[in-house]
């Protein structure tokens, strides 16, 4: 977990909003929920000290990013304010990356007890499409009187562009055989990091096989080689996830040698 702390805000009222997906709790103690105290600003009266903590290191395109704020009241008096919390994707350049969701901010009042912690955790949606290398979370406390923020609060965390490499491990169990036939099932893991979303097996037999009746896939075969690709129902395969649901019927003359050189969306499997 990535914990990003922002210097102390000294302010004259408090109060947050929830931005996104939000769900925030109230306590009346001035230490985070690890129990480190956060009050470095508690000799400047009133006094706010903001914590955010992602839910991840990183994110990849189309997973939901999450942020917890806590804000502590460093004084014993009660403040009241308000948050608008948003998020921006954007590139290297600092731009509004293409293919990402705009989030506008939002805005909700609080009231902080005297030494009170207030923590919310908010939830921004992202796009599989989205191009964005980081996605930065404002998290800016304003006075109710005011509409300047008391002190902008900003925290980034980085967006993998690089898909992870795909990994699997596959195994061909021969079910049953006969002269001139076969029955056999084709099991494939997703060993890899990411899910896999729309497959194709590839993979040679041996002998002179030929597949005849396939299930669980589409197939093409030319000469020894054969191509399996997934149907609707089972082409999402999670990362660490194993699917079973696809099997053969086939015929051989002269050997039903087992096949080699498996390789999921053009890379080899174990």
Known sequence: MRILRMAAL????LGMCAGGTAAATAATTATTAA??????????????DVTQVFGQANYNPG???????????????????????????????????PGCIVIDPTWNPVTFAPNGTYTASFTYPSLTGCTATQFTAFD???ADSSSTPLNPATASVPINQTTPPVACHVVYTRQSEWQGGFTAAVSITNTGQAADDGWTLTYTFSGDQQATNVWGANVT?????????????????????????????????TSDSGPAGFALNGVPCS
């Open 221 to 253: 075969q030319s000469g020894r080689q054969v191509k399996l690709t997934s149907l609707a129902w089972d082409a999402s395969i999670p990362a660490g996830a194993t699917l079973t649901a696809v099997g053969m019927n086939g015929t051989w003359t």
């Open 35 to 48: 129990g480190t105290a956060v009050c470095s600003g508690a000799g400047e009266l009133p006094a706010l």
């Open 10 to 13: 000294t302010l004259a009222a």
């Open 140 to 142: 800016s406390f304003y």
């Open 63 to 97: 997973q939901s990013i999450t942020v917890t704020v806590t804000a502590v009241n460093c004084t014993g008096q009660t403040l009241s304010t308000h948050i608008e919390p948003y998020g921006r994707f954007a590139n290297a350049a600092g731009d509004i990356a």
